[in-house]
């Protein structure tokens, strides 16, 4: 199996130096930074498989840090964050990020959580045709969605989302499964992220994200692709 390489970017230097550690040990190639302009020229000259960002940094913050490499790559990205409020974790989200932790936090869970993401954007696509949409084209194979032909910039996750309920029309998915089948895991109180993802996904997919006609919410359930969109 080829070797998979991260990027860890924090301020707190033991905390790097704790974390490079138990990647290492687990067989990933490690890299690090400890302020936010040295973390993204890192990211742009490594292409690691992964990030894990740290969100208050000097010099760039890790927000302004995902969003300049949204627009770039599709790189996976894990935050990090100090701060417990729901707010700051959903804007991760908004902006790209694909996942978060809460410090403190075990390393041991950290490396869980990269490779559990990087199972679901690394892994083997099994051959199959393009889901159709209306005007909005997921193609599997390619990892790619297009609309009216031009081409749509999905975070790993967003895309693992648009996958699921794209490929069973009209059923409906709680949170929690959603969460389970494009994350690979839950825990309590993640299920409520998935809206953010949602809010990403209508405002890149949707004409008017606002009365979404493909992704459709089932209000004290979860959500679901429309029906007969090929119609």
């Not at 954007?121 to 193609?139: A, F, S």
């Not at 029309?169 to 953010?196: H, K, N």
């Amino acid at each position: 199996m080829t070797q998979k390489s991260v990027l860890i970017v924090d301020d707190d230097i033991k905390l790097v130096e704790l974390l490079e550690l138990y990647f290492q040990k687990d067989g990933f190639i490690v890299y690090t930074a400890n302020d936010g302009l040295t973390a993204l020229k890192t990211a742009r000259e490594k292409k690691t498989d992964i990030l894990v960002l740290d969100l208050m940094l000097p010099g760039m913050d890790g927000w302004d840090i995902c969003r300049t490499l949204r627009r770039e790559s599709e790189v996976p990205i894990l935050m990090l964050t100090a701060r417990d409020e729901e707010s700051d974790r959903l804007i991760g989200l908004e902006i790209g990020a694909d996942d978060y932790v809460t410090k403190p936090f075990s390393p041991k869970e950290v490396v869980a959580r990269v490779k559990a993401i990087l199972r679901r954007t690394k892994g083997i696509t099994v051959k199959t045709q393009p889901l159709q949409m209306g005007d909005v084209v997921i193609n599997i194979e390619q990892h790619q969605v297009t609309k009216d032909g031009q081409p749509i910039e999905l975070t790993p996750t967003e895309f693992k989302i648009l996958e699921l309920l794209a490929s069973s029309p009209g059923r409906v998915f709680s949170r929690l499964q959603i969460v389970e089948q494009a994350q690979g895991y839950s825990f309590e109180g993640y299920e409520r992220t998935i809206d953010a993802h949602v809010k990403n996904l209508r405002r890149k997919i949707e004409d008017n994200p606002k009365d979404p006609i493909f992704i459709q919410t089932v209000y004290g359930v979860g959500y679901r692709m429309a029906g007969n969109q090929n119609e």
